[in-house]
């Protein structure tokens, strides 16, 4: 039972263009989303993150759009950069008994080429 | 700077051996987490734990137990090592529940089965 999807397996765009990863989830009681970038034999650092209050939350380049009703969130990436090119995971974890345990998705890989 | 430490990037072992993954934070962070990734399923939750020997079971932990008998190392035990434990292992950590920040990974451990 996957309750976090990232339906694309990889993205390929060009330097400068605009980068959209999405993730869909089906629990509802998450309330707290992530996004996680992964390069090759390193672990998953996070990027940015938004609460189900907000549906939208930007920190320079990047920006995630949550949509609650339709239980959607979609990461952007303006301009995009050769450096960005790694594996996306989105995330999400539920308020109450979860200790901060997160949900992924199976991770989308990113190319941006030059 | 936040730090999560994994005792080896790389490891080769046997069939049937027992196996010892160690993790250790300096934030003094309340939960720590181990995830295994693999390509298409993303990161799955095998245990996490959310104080000193105290430890939840997440969602593939057959053939896995873990030990937390201080706040800052959590270990991962494959009791008898197998070829579909073949993984990256990942570590993280996080603050106590109400906190909703993201968890910090550790920079993985490749392990090969053989």
């Known amino acids: 039972d996957q309750q976090v999807k990232q339906n694309s397996p990889s993205l390929s765009v060009q330097e400068g263009r605009i980068s959209i990863l999405n993730c869909d989830y089906t629990?509802?009681?998450?309330?707290?989303f992530l996004w996680y970038k992964k390069y090759p034999a390193e672990g998953p650092t996070f990027l940015i993150s938004?609460?189900?209050?907000?549906d939208k939350n930007e920190d320079g380049r990047f920006t995630v759009f949550l949509n609650k009703s339709a239980k959607h969130l979609s990461l952007h990436i303006v301009p995009s950069q050769p450096g960005d090119s790694a594996v996306y995971f989105c995330?999400?974890?539920?308020?109450?008994?979860?200790?901060?345990?997160?949900?992924f998705g199976q991770g989308t890989i990113l190319t941006v080429h030059p | 700077d936040v730090k999560v430490t994994q005792s080896s990037r790389y490891l080769v072992k046997r069939t049937g051996e027992k196996v010892f993954l160690e993790c250790v934070q300096d934030?003094?962070?309340?939960?720590m987490f181990w995830y295994r990734q693999d390509p298409g399923l993303g990161l799955r939750l095998i245990y996490f734990?959310?104080?000193?020997?105290?430890?939840e079971k997440g969602d593939i932990p057959e053939g896995y137990s873990v030990s937390r008998e201080k706040k800052e190392r959590f270990s991962l035990i494959l009791e008898s090592a197998s070829t579909n434990q073949t993984s990256m292992y990942l570590c993280?950590?996080?603050?106590?529940?109400?906190?909703?920040?993201?968890?910090?990974f550790g920079q993985g451990t490749r392990l090969t089965v053989v």
């Open positions: 734990s959310y104080d000193v020997k105290m430890k």
């Open positions: 993280a950590s996080s603050l106590e529940q109400g906190a909703r920040t993201e968890a910090f």
């Open positions: 995330a999400a974890s539920a308020r109450g008994t979860s200790y901060g345990k997160l949900t």
């Open positions: 629990n509802s009681m998450f309330d707290y």
């Open positions: 934030m003094d962070h309340e939960n």
């Open positions: 938004i609460s189900s209050i907000k």
